[in-house]
């Protein structure tokens, strides 16, 4: 028995994480979406999906009129294919591939990395108190002069705008500075820093040092040595930290969400798109693919049965469905 199947627009990529899938139960959550700007910087959250035995299968229980779960009619004591699965294979050949932008939904809501909702409390205690200038004007030192004031032991008293955008302005400006390599000062303060904390890191995989580290781990240094002169309730966080600033880097949404009236900005959905630096080739992207073309299902059983399962297709009258994910698909043409 052969089933061909024409098909439109049927979309060859996932957005869900790959740990779950569709042949067990969904989590009480349901399955992670991936397909965030964020998780598509990870070269391992851009899947590419082709057509397999389980998109078959699910396609030929729908045509039947069978609209569980695969795994659900796979588990049933009904399962119309139970024998006769292990006969059927196919051959998926599409004629055109197509990229393009999709905008996708993401229904969790994430949050965006970068903005904030709200108005700003400029004159929270953490910009306003006694210890505010020494605190934050670590940040408005120079490499040299901020590793000679983690080695020296000193506490700073640099000048610096004491409100929560010039302060998240400044860490930007420091996460754009290149790495360096990690001699003479630069080495023995990130001595001092690995035996201070026991969670910072500071280095790239050649060994060299991210200077947006150095600040923010100063940041915390300096919190211990202002400790002994000021109350610092008003700056820490219940852990005892800096609202959005670790020992390794910072985020500019957790550090604003503490020092803005509003909730963090929800993000419902975005481009679906993966952009990497290719040696060679320069930065190119990776988009949706959409592919159109044809799906020849072959069944190799008894003419009786053939008979029998067409006569359960056109029963049902399935008129058009998906294949895979989205797309437009319908049989044009079944033979004995």
């Known amino acids: 028995m052969r089933i061909m199947i024409e098909y439109e627009s049927s979309w060859r990529n996932s957005f869900l994480d790959p740990a779950t899938s569709n042949n067990e139960p969904l989590p009480k959550n349901g399955r992670k979406f991936i397909g965030s700007m964020t998780n598509l910087k990870k070269p391992e959250n851009y899947l590419a999906r082709e057509v397999t035995i389980d998109t078959v ?6 045509l039947i009129g069978d609209q569980r779960k695969l795994y659900q009619a796979r588990a049933s004591d009904d399962y119309y294919f139970s024998e006769i699965e292990k006969t059927v294979y196919f051959e998926d050949r599409p004629k055109v591939l197509n990229t393009e ?3 996708i939904r993401n229904i969790s809501g994430s949050t965006d990395q970068n903005s904030y909702t709200g108005m700003i409390r400029t004159t929270d205690p953490a910009f306003s108190s006694d210890y505010s200038q020494e605190l934050w004007g670590i940040i408005a030192l120079t490499f040299e002069d901020l590793c000679e004031f983690i080695i020296s032991g000193e506490t700073s008293t640099v000048a610096i705008d004491l409100d929560p955008i010039s302060i998240i302005n400044r860490l930007e400006e420091l996460n754009k ?3 360096v390599e990690n001699e003479n000062d630069i080495s023995i303060a990130y001595e001092c820093f690995s035996k201070e904390f026991e969670d910072f890191k500071g280095l790239n995989n050649k060994g060299q040092v991210y200077p947006i580290s150095f600040y923010c781990a100063a940041l915390y240094l300096q919190l211990k040595r202002l400790a002994c002169k000021y109350d610092l309730t008003s700056v820490l966080t219940k852990s005892g ?7 390794n880097g910072f985020t500019k949404k957790d550090f604003m969400a503490r020092y803005t009236t509003g909730d963090k900005k929800r993000i419902w959905g975005n481009p679906y798109m993966r952009e990497e630096f290719v040696k060679g080739e320069g930065k190119i992207k990776q988009l949706l693919t959409k592919a159109s073309g044809q799906l020849e299902v072959n069944i190799d059983i008894e003419r009786e049965d053939a008979r029998h399962l067409k006569l359960l297709i056109d029963s049902a009258g399935v008129s ?7 797309g437009l698909a319908y049989v044009s043409d079944i033979r004995i």
């Open 320 to 326: 058009s469905f998906y294949l895979g994910k989205k």
């Open 57 to 62: 299968m699910g396609v030929l229980n729908r």
């Open 177 to 179: 500075l290149k790495t």
């Open 101 to 103: 932008v999709a905008y």
């Open 241 to 247: 930290g800096l609202s959005g600033i670790s020992k």
